[in-house]
């Protein structure tokens, strides 16, 4: 299933607007994926960075061609995750000009967030 949106994405903020690559996002029964056309980047031009404690994946690089006039810019696209993500699980790789980002899901009796506090006796 692919989906257009994933919770909240927020895109670099200057004044000068800049094109960032298209995403998409499939889920599966066991993980979440997020792909990114990044025609002519490379490894050394994209930088993937996860806060842990925040939930929130960043992906930023620079989006040149190879005639330097034509310099689209960098980008930076941050992806606030639900608490269902194991983020430590986090793994990418860049093949034919896409960024595909694998996002596990954790177990449903791993992600439960509530519990329980028993009372002391007296």
Known sequence: MEVDLFLTCTQNSSSTQHKTP???ITHTETSVILRFAVQGLLKRDLII??????HILTVSGDIKTSDSIDHIGPF??????P????????????????????????????????????????
Do not use: F
Request: net charge negative; glycine share 2%; hydrophobic share 30%.
């Open 22 to 24: 298209a995403m998409t």
């Open 49 to 54: 960075d996860m806060d842990d404690s925040h």
């Open 76 to 81: 930076t696209k941050k992806i606030h995750l």
């Open 83 to 122: 608490k269902y993500i194991d983020t430590k699980g986090a793994k990418a790789r860049l093949e034919n000009d896409e960024l595909e980002i694998v996002l596990p899901k954790i177990e449903h009796s791993e992600k439960s967030l509530t519990r329980r506090v028993q009372l002391d006796d007296e």
